[in-house]
């Protein structure tokens, strides 16, 4: 059984900081690329970041570009996003992503969806 849970969400005023993290099991975490999304209420869903199987190669979505970090430690099986300097409009549920095939920048702008998703983890930024 696949499961991706997410932790590390949070309240946090403009400008602060949180990492979150991912921890995924139940099937060969190195053969996937991990990815990291959002969706903000009446929004759809978007790419944030993304990551290969070997950590070689990172894609960020243009909105974080510079200020979120996306990290992969294979031996603990985990995906990280340290976020820095957040903005009020970061504001939204934060999810993992496990996939299989595509491009990092096909993941990150929707184009080809993660095979496993986690629930969610809450990031609210005030102003």
């Known amino acids: 059984q696949v499961q991706l849970v997410e932790s590390g969400g949070g309240s946090v005023q403009a400008g602060g900081s949180l990492r979150l993290s991912c921890a995924a099991s139940?099937?060969?975490?190195?053969?996937?690329?991990m990815g990291w999304f959002r969706q903000a209420p009446g929004k759809e869903r978007e790419g944030v970041a993304a990551i290969s199987r070997t950590s070689g190669s990172t894609y960020y979505a243009d909105s974080v570009k510079g200020r979120f970090t996306i990290s992969r430690d294979n031996a603990k099986k985990a995906v990280y996003l340290q976020m820095d300097s957040l903005k009020p409009e970061d504001t939204a549920m934060y999810y993992c992503?496990?996939?299989?095939?595509?491009?990092?920048?096909?993941?990150?702008?929707?184009?080809?969806?993660?095979?496993?998703w986690g629930q969610g983890t809450q990031v609210t930024v005030s102003s």
């Open positions: 139940g099937y060969t975490y190195d053969n996937y690329y």
């Open positions: 992503a496990a996939g299989w095939t595509g491009s990092l920048s096909q993941v990150v702008a929707g184009l080809r969806p993660p095979d496993y």
